[in-house]
């Protein structure tokens, strides 16, 4: 394996982790905060201004973002001989567009 490829393993195991933790706190947290209603004004109530859950959830959908992407350029250069620098750096957009979707929306419920 090349010193790029081995990166990229390792940031998507990075990534698979900190997902599979964040997943686990996102069902907790659903649980919990569903019981003070679920109007759109009482879920706005909960998450307008809370700082720290709008930086857990940009986080969540980077790692999203970028986990997806580095496991979908694996596959498609496997079947599909998708490679270069010009793919890499599809995927590279592809995974931080996918991650700031995310972000933006996160941005609508903890922010603006
Ligand atoms: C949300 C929680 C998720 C968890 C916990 C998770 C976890 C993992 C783990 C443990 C691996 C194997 C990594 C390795 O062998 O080093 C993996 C691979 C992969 N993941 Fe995820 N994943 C998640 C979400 C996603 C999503 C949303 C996608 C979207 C397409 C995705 C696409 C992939 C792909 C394509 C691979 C295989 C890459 C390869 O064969 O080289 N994962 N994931």
């Known amino acids: ?30 649980i919990i905060a569903v019981r003070g209603g679920l109007s759109a004004a009482e879920i706005l109530g909960r998450t307008q201004g809370a700082t720290a859950w709008f930086l857990f959830y940009c986080a969540f959908a980077l790692a999203a973002g970028l986990h997806a992407a580095i496991g979908l350029r694996t596959i498609a250069a496997e079947w599909l001989g998708w490679r270069g620098r010009g793919f890499d750096l599809a995927w590279l957009g592809i995974g931080l567009l996918t991650g700031l979707f995310g972000v933006r929306a996160a941005w609508g419920l903890y922010v603006a």
């Open 1 to 30: 394996m090349s010193r790029g490829a081995v990166h990229l393993w390792a940031a998507q195991r990075v990534t698979a982790l900190f997902l599979g933790v964040a997943v686990a706190v996102h069902l907790v947290t659903i």
